[in-house]
């Protein structure tokens, strides 16, 4: 068939097979162009299909070597209907993996879930025996507790007021002034629930009942803090009360950890186009302003080089592990500079319909959303007729 994207809001409802396979190939071959990196060598990512959990696969295999096991869940293609971008994707890291000689090999279901966890249990022990580090990088707008089956749902609000600024439909690159109520305390309770850490809680202690996780290993979350602009409807806001579980859950599973020298991390790293971040109100607009900034000061950096850089200058560079005052790793330290920061608050003062052509890197945002799914990536022939049927090779049923 001929694969176009077809765009509903912050979503395509398509992807690209040949793409995404592209697009992964890109990144694997950044990677490669780096030097080695002597890191783990047995990883397990939860939320291994996109965005920077999909970089950390890419990374550990292609810079150390690693074996590794995805967990991720993606809509497989049907006749006449196409994969969700994930899908592709993890068929185009797998097989470039096993022709690396390289182990991969994923599970595809709710992470969420116990039987998930064991199943992946399960293929630790029957491959691996154990896994060295643990990446949690899921990012889902629901989740049914295991224990209670509640389904909880998270919204993307204020918490102190009615919140208004300015937003961008990145599509149309209309400028409006947007307001949104503040969150019940419900829904506060929800978005924690479903975007805080009680389920990487929940994993660790499943992998480390089952003794499958090695001595000194080492488990990090990916969070976000961003600047002041942002503030009241992300780090003061739903999603911020969600990232401080996460970060308080950090702490609890260190000591989890303690018994085999493990330690748990949060990487803070820099705002990027993803399928969640489009769809945060005013967050689109702060994205294309700070492109702007970046790429004209030679800063900018996409997920493989933001998660190539965590792991060769942070996490395995043969020494303390730099953090802040929280302990957080900051690969966000570009972003927060206050040149940086300077520049896109004065910008922001200046945007508006007219003026972010010029001002902004709007294109830049619509091409890395379109990346997303596979869509303009060059050398990729759109008017191919290709098949939409397409297999992952390590995948567990």
Request: hydrophobic share 40%.
């Amino acid at each position: 068939m001929i694969i176009e994207p077809k765009i509903r809001g912050f979503i395509c409802l398509t992807a690209h097979p040949d793409g995404c396979g592209q697009n992964v190939i890109n990144q694997i071959g950044y990677v490669k162009s780096k030097k080695s990196i002597d890191g783990a060598k047995k990883i397990l990512v939860i939320g291994a299909s996109t965005g920077f959990g999909l970089a950390s696969r890419i990374t550990g295999a292609f810079a150390s070597g690693a074996a590794t096991i995805g967990v991720y869940f993606e809509k497989p293609p049907a006749e006449g209907k196409t994969a969700s971008a994930g899908w592709y994707n993890t068929a185009a890291f797998e097989q470039q993996a096993h022709e690396a000689g390289l182990y991969a090999k994923s599970i595809n279901g709710d992470a969420f879930s116990a039987d998930v966890k064991q199943k992946t249990i399960d293929l630790i022990k029957a491959d691996l025996g154990q896994v060295d580090l643990v990446i949690y990088s899921l990012a889902s707008p629901r989740r049914t507790n295991p224990e209670t089956g509640i389904i909880h749902n998270s919204v993307i609000k204020p918490i102190d007021g009615v919140f208004s600024d300015k937003t961008v439909d990145f599509h149309t690159g209309i400028v409006t002034d947007i307001a949104i109520n503040p969150a019940t305390a419900d829904e506060i309770t929800n978005t924690v629930a479903v975007m805080g850490g009680e389920d990487w809680v929940l994993w660790i202690d499943a992998l480390t009942a089952a003794g499958v996780l090695a001595d000194g290993t080492v488990t990090i979350a990916y969070s976000y803090i961003g600047p002041s602009l942002t503030e009241k409807v992300y780090r003061k806001g739903t999603i911020g009360m969600a990232k401080n579980h996460l970060e308080a859950s950090a702490k609890l599973i260190n000591e989890k950890l303690k018994a085999i020298n493990g330690k748990a991390l949060i990487s803070v790293n820099k705002a990027l186009v993803t399928q969640s971040s489009s769809a945060i109100p005013v967050i689109p607009l702060y994205i294309s302003l700070l492109y702007k900034v970046m790429k004209e000061k030679g800063l900018h950096e996409g997920c493989i080089e933001q998660i190539q850089r965590l792991f060769e200058e942070r996490l395995y560079a043969n020494g303390e592990i730099p953090t802040d005052d929280e302990g957080r790793i900051r690969v966000d330290d570009w972003e927060m500079r206050d040149d940086v920061q300077a520049e896109v608050a004065n910008l922001w003062k200046q945007a508006d319909t007219e003026s972010l052509i010029e001002i902004g890197d709007l294109q830049g945002y619509r091409t890395d959303f379109l990346n997303l799914f596979g869509f303009e990536i060059p050398g990729v022939n759109y008017d191919e007729d290709i098949s939409e049927l397409v297999l992952i090779p390590g995948l567990v049923e």
